[in-house]
């Protein structure tokens, strides 16, 4: 959600892509459902290693996941700066429809607001 985030909030003044160290294979479809939800459509989303970038250049490279925290990122090329967004992963929940969607939105807010205040 937040590489849909970014690129959708930041109206082209951003590109974000987004990797993780294991990546599921797959995007939550709850993610896409919660997106939707906000008028926000990713094109071919799919699920991406952050070696697949490794040789890139990023100017800020973002941690959104708890579990992310105390993971050994991949060093990039070039200096650039690192932040951690503290973020529930909502892809871990269970229990009802309700309690998932809710950990969904949760996210996607949480993701929002801090996009809005550091970024833009």
Same mark, same amino acid.
């Given at each position: 959600?937040?590489?849909?985030?970014?690129? +959708?909030?930041?109206?082209?003044?951003?590109?974000?892509?987004?990797?993780?160290?294991?990546?599921?294979? +797959?995007?939550?479809? @709850?993610?896409?459902?919660?997106?939707?939800?906000?008028?926000?459509?990713?094109?071919?989303?799919?699920?991406?290693?952050?070696?697949?970038?490794?040789?890139?250049?990023?100017?800020?490279?973002?941690?959104?996941?708890?579990?992310?925290?105390?993971?050994?990122?991949?060093?990039?090329?070039?200096?650039?700066? @690192?932040?951690?967004?503290?973020?529930?992963?909502?892809?871990?929940?269970?229990?009802?429809?309700?309690?998932?969607?809710?950990?969904?939105?949760?996210?996607?807010?949480?993701? @929002? @607001?801090?996009?809005?205040?550091?970024?833009?």
């Amino acid at each position: 959600m937040a590489e849909a985030l970014v690129n +959708y909030l930041g109206s082209g003044e951003y590109k974000a892509v987004s990797a993780g160290s294991n990546p599921a294979g +797959y995007v939550h479809p @709850k993610s896409l459902e919660t997106l939707q939800k906000h008028g926000i459509a990713m094109s071919n989303p799919r699920s991406k290693s952050w070696d697949e970038f490794a040789d890139r250049h990023f100017d800020t490279v973002i941690t959104v996941c708890d579990q992310a925290a105390s993971e050994s990122c991949p060093l990039f090329l070039g200096d650039y700066e @690192k932040l951690h967004w503290s973020t529930p992963d909502p892809a871990k929940v269970e229990g009802s429809e309700e309690d998932i969607d809710t950990a969904f939105e949760e996210a996607f807010q949480i993701l @929002k @607001k801090r996009i809005e205040k550091e970024l833009l």
